[in-house]
């Protein structure tokens, strides 16, 4: 790092508050993907004024500026590949309100999802996206990539709740944006452009959230199918019930195996399994809507439909489910792991071609997922030292890819663009509507300092 840099940045946001230390650094160059770069330099912010003026200085010199959250973004989206600054958000960590009668959370961005969720469970109150990364993960970066959860489905994702931002521009200018009301049709809808836009746009430094009260009863099933036909065809019959369930989960085959060979759940070792969660505020509620539900799961093949007596019972079920990334992760050195979304009628055509695809590249994918929105999450295990299965695993993730966008999906329903995703972009998004995303990544940054080389937003 240039040494007159440096003490500016030192001047902005005090020697604590900056680091160029090795450790630090190793540390900034991954998240969660396989993707590993490193920057220049660290620093964290702890108003928006420092956010502002690291801004004017680095479009200034026209450096790198990469916004970070906690780092467990999948898809390579926080790492520094051009270099730079690190813009770690963790030290503007405050919850600043919380309006039960406005219906609203005003936090900084390095708040971590669980901190609200506790501060917002004494008043019955949650914020309800819940990724399964939220005891770590940051409220910016859940805004930054529209992150989202088992209950998709029902209650959406990052993007439906949040009300209004406050960001920093790439030139320092801070901009607010929506408001603090339950509607509003004023203007352009500004906040939703920086919603999933991973920190290529702006710096999110204050999120107004929309917050829910919380159902208070909820029944449990587990449906055992034998072909993943009859799987896929009863989620997409599902609808059909009247009811959207709050969760909606399937297992495929090698899910099942591994989640039985590290745990002692003894779950049906079955094609594919359901999992189903109807919620409400009182328990006949509830159990009146799973009925309709597993109505359907049985006009549709389903072997063995079981009811979770107890809340331990249920809560047994959600830890298996919970446990598939861990439990697959121990079978092979390397993994990925895929999040292709599709229309809900074509969940059983995904679940079939990812297997064909697994047969053809001979490597292993265990699918399983929020089949309740669509959204797969075909896991590939392989060895990441051997270049044959590192090829093989490319060649699966891309026809997975093309498969989504054939079947009417989406290469991401979760884990975003990053790096990982940047070269299929034109797979999904037409010329025209490539060329308008680089145009308002021009406009906002023409000097392309903000999170660099991501999106596929240089083309
Ligand atoms: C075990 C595991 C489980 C996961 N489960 C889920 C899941 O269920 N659902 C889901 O959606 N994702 C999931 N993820 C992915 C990841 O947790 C989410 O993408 C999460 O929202 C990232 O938050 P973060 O704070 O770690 O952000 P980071 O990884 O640090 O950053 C992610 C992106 O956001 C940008 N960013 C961060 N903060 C800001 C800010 N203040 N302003 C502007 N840009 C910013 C960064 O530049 C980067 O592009 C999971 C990851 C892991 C490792």
Same mark, same amino acid.
């Given at each position: 790092?240039d040494?007159?840099?440096?003490q500016?940045?030192i001047?902005?946001?005090?020697k604590?508050?900056?680091?160029d230390?090795?450790i630090d650094?190793?540390s900034?160059?991954?998240?969660?993907s396989h993707?590993?770069?490193?920057?220049?330099?660290?620093?964290?912010?702890r108003t928006?004024?420092?956010v502002s003026?690291?801004?004017k200085?680095?479009?200034?010199?026209?450096?790198?500026?990469?916004?970070?959250g906690?780092?467990?973004?999948?898809?390579g989206?926080a790492v520094?590949?051009k270099g730079g600054i690190?813009?770690?958000?963790?030290?503007?960590?405050q919850?600043k309100?919380? =309006?039960? %009668? &406005?219906?609203?959370?005003? @936090?900084?961005?390095?708040?971590?999802?669980a901190?609200l969720?506790?501060? !917002?469970a004494q008043?019955?109150?949650?914020f309800?996206?819940d990724p399964?990364?939220?005891?770590v993960?940051?409220?910016?970066?859940?805004?930054?990539?529209n992150?989202?959860g088992?209950?998709?489905a029902?209650?959406?994702?990052?993007?439906?709740?949040?009300?209004?931002?406050?960001v920093?521009l790439?030139d320092g200018?801070i901009m607010?944006t929506g408001s603090?009301?339950m509607?509003?049709?004023s203007?352009?809808?500004?906040?939703?452009?920086f919603?999933?836009?991973?920190?290529t746009?702006g710096?999110?430094?204050?999120?107004?959230?929309k917050?829910?009260?919380?159902t208070?009863?909820?029944?449990t099933?587990?449906?055992?199918f034998? =072909?993943? %036909? &009859?799987?896929?065809?009863? @989620?997409s019959?599902?609808?059909?019930?009247?009811?959207?369930?709050?969760? !909606?989960?399937i297992?495929?085959?090698?899910t099942?195996?591994?989640i039985n060979q590290?745990?002692?759940l003894?779950l049906?070792e079955?094609d594919?399994?359901l999992?189903?969660?109807?919620?409400?505020?009182?328990?006949?509620e509830?159990?009146?809507q799973?009925?309709k539900i597993?109505?359907?799961f049985?006009?549709?093949n389903?072997d063995?439909?079981k009811l979770?007596?107890?809340q331990?019972?249920a809560?047994?079920?959600w830890?298996?489910?919970?446990?598939?990334?861990a439990?697959?992760?121990?079978?092979?050195?390397?993994?990925?792991?895929?999040?292709v979304?599709?229309?809900?009628?074509?969940?059983?055509d995904?679940?079939?071609g990812?297997?064909e695809?697994?047969?053809?590249?001979?490597i292993m994918?265990?699918?399983?997922?929020?089949?309740g929105d669509?959204?797969l999450h075909?896991?590939?295990m392989y060895?990441g030292y051997?270049?044959?299965q590192?090829?093989n695993?490319?060649a699966?993730?891309?026809?997975?890819?093309?498969?989504a966008?054939?079947?009417?999906?989406?290469?991401?329903?979760?884990?975003?663009i990053g790096?990982q995703k940047?070269?299929?972009?034109?797979?999904?998004h037409?010329?025209v509507a490539?060329?308008?995303m680089?145009?308002?990544k021009?406009m906002?940054?023409p000097?392309n300092?903000?999170?660099?080389?991501?999106?596929?937003l240089?083309?």
């Amino acid at each position: 790092m240039d040494p007159n840099i440096k003490q500016e940045l030192i001047d902005i946001v005090d020697k604590e508050n900056y680091t160029d230390n090795l450790i630090d650094l190793v540390s900034y160059s991954y998240d969660a993907s396989h993707f590993t770069s490193r920057p220049f330099c660290g620093v964290w912010p702890r108003t928006v004024v420092h956010v502002s003026e690291i801004l004017k200085l680095a479009n200034r010199q026209k450096i790198p500026v990469i916004p970070r959250g906690a780092g467990t973004g999948l898809a390579g989206m926080a790492v520094p590949i051009k270099g730079g600054i690190v813009l770690d958000l963790n030290r503007m960590n405050q919850i600043k309100k919380i =309006s039960i %009668e &406005d219906r609203l959370a005003v @936090v900084e961005p390095g708040v971590v999802y669980a901190s609200l969720e506790k501060a !917002l469970a004494q008043f019955g109150f949650l914020f309800p996206p819940d990724p399964a990364s939220g005891k770590v993960s940051t409220l910016g970066g859940n805004v930054a990539t529209n992150a989202g959860g088992v209950k998709g489905a029902k209650y959406g994702t990052t993007r439906d709740y949040v009300l209004g931002l406050q960001v920093v521009l790439p030139d320092g200018r801070i901009m607010r944006t929506g408001s603090k009301t339950m509607k509003s049709v004023s203007g352009y809808d500004l906040t939703k452009i920086f919603v999933g836009s991973e920190g290529t746009l702006g710096v999110i430094t204050e999120i107004t959230l929309k917050i829910n009260p919380k159902t208070t009863a909820a029944t449990t099933a587990l449906a055992t199918f034998n =072909s993943l %036909e &009859d799987a896929g065809n009863a @989620v997409s019959q599902s609808m059909y019930s009247g009811i959207i369930p709050s969760v !909606l989960e399937i297992l495929g085959r090698e899910t099942i195996n591994a989640i039985n060979q590290n745990t002692e759940l003894a779950l049906p070792e079955v094609d594919a399994i359901l999992l189903a969660e109807t919620d409400g505020y009182t328990k006949t509620e509830t159990d009146f809507q799973m009925q309709k539900i597993i109505e359907v799961f049985k006009k549709n093949n389903a072997d063995q439909v079981k009811l979770a007596q107890t809340q331990e019972e249920a809560a047994e079920l959600w830890a298996a489910r919970k446990s598939a990334y861990a439990v697959l992760a121990r079978l092979k050195p390397s993994l990925i792991i895929e999040d292709v979304t599709v229309p809900m009628s074509k969940i059983a055509d995904l679940l079939k071609g990812i297997k064909e695809i697994s047969d053809k590249h001979h490597i292993m994918i265990a699918s399983y997922g929020h089949a309740g929105d669509g959204n797969l999450h075909p896991q590939l295990m392989y060895d990441g030292y051997d270049p044959e299965q590192v090829k093989n695993q490319e060649a699966a993730s891309a026809e997975i890819f093309e498969l989504a966008i054939r079947l009417g999906g989406t290469l991401t329903g979760e884990h975003g663009i990053g790096l990982q995703k940047a070269p299929f972009m034109s797979l999904e998004h037409d010329n025209v509507a490539m060329d308008v995303m680089r145009s308002i990544k021009k406009m906002l940054d023409p000097n392309n300092i903000l999170n660099p080389g991501k999106m596929a937003l240089e083309g």
